[in-house]
């Protein structure tokens, strides 16, 4: 099942921007994880926020997280054309029998023009 | 180099056959993960596995099928009872314990025809 729902499907920004996708879940999670696609390749761990985080950074990525809305927010400041790819948001509900099972949103493709 | 590789980067297969993907990782995990991607969605589990010798059905595991002999493979097969394989098919896998991060391969495209 579909967990992550993430907003927009497709933003397309100037380099030098920010960039802001959203997540929304529905059920109780033990952390979320943001992932990055480039076009036909695997995905690559970008950040983690536990359910206890409300915010985190990363260079210049910045996460956050209410858990009262069930929501979370990817976002990117100062874009470059690199930064272009599909982004992923993936609900960690915890062990299933002792494994991770984690659920992926539909991701946002982002598009950085020079 | 440590990772995880899958092969081949593109697969043709006729309807009716059965089909095989490679996942190999050297990065010493324990849990490995079998994800379908369709163009413009997410990810949808298939197949997991926690260790050797032992593996889960994910949500779409129907036409699908598995074996966990070694630690660091776990192929799939397509059988031709999945009524649409043609799709993007990437492997995963994760450290023991309490880390959370999945490694994903580069991916298979398959077609079928």
């Known amino acids: 099942s579909q967990q992550g729902e993430e907003d927009p499907q497709a933003l397309s920004i100037q380099e030098g921007e920010n960039a802001t996708m959203n997540c929304s879940y529905k059920?109780?999670?033990?952390?979320l994880q943001w992932y990055r696609q480039n076009s036909g390749r695997g995905l690559v761990h970008l950040i983690l926020i536990r359910s206890n985080e409300r915010e985190k950074h990363s260079g210049r990525l910045r996460v956050t997280l209410d858990t009262s809305k069930k929501s979370s927010s990817l976002l990117i400041t100062a874009s470059r054309a690199a930064d272009t790819a599909s982004y992923f948001c993936a609900t960690d509900a915890g062990r299933v029998q002792g494994a991770q099972k984690l659920v992926f949103g539909q991701g946002t493709r982002l598009t950085i023009n020079p | 180099d440590g990772g995880i590789t899958q092969s081949p980067k593109y697969l043709f297969r006729k309807e009716g056959q059965n089909v095989t993907l490679s996942c190999e990782q050297n990065l010493n995990h324990d849990a490995m993960y079998w994800y379908r991607q369709d163009p413009g969605q997410g990810l949808r589990l298939i197949y997991y596995?926690?260790?050797?010798?032992?593996?889960q059905k994910g949500d779409i595991a129907e036409g699908y099928s598995v074996s966990r002999e070694k630690k660091e493979s776990f192929p799939l097969t397509v059988t031709s009872a999945q009524k649409n394989p043609t799709a993007f098919y990437l492997c995963a896998s994760r450290a023991r314990g309490l880390s959370y991060e999945q490694y994903f391969g580069p991916g298979t495209r398959l077609t079928v025809t």
């Open positions: 596995s926690q260790i050797v010798n032992d593996f």
């Open positions: 059920t109780s999670i033990n952390n």
